[in-house]
């Protein structure tokens, strides 16, 4: 059977990998943010000493980007959109 027949079990679900894409399309295509905020709040980036991406050194920006972004999802979903 062809692979485009087969049912898929992750079927209709969102994955992490695919929140990602959205939000960071959403935060950068439609609320204007810019990619470097984006990227710094959904990447898992390290540095060279290996340790984790400090997200508190522009905690500010971060906090306004996420709560523009949850405002939207959530007027989508009462919207029905």
Known sequence: M???LCPSP??????VIG????ARTLLNEVLRERSGLIE?????????NGLAHNRT???????????KWSATQ????????
């Open 19 to 22: 929140l990602q894409a959205m």
């Open 57 to 67: 050194v522009h905690l500010a920006e971060h906090k306004r980007m996420m709560v």
């Open 2 to 4: 062809p692979a485009r």
């Open 74 to 81: 959530t007027n989508d979903i009462f919207e029905g959109d």
């Open 40 to 48: 710094m709040q959904l990447a898992q980036i390290v540095d060279p």
């Open 10 to 15: 992750l079927k209709n679900r969102l994955l």
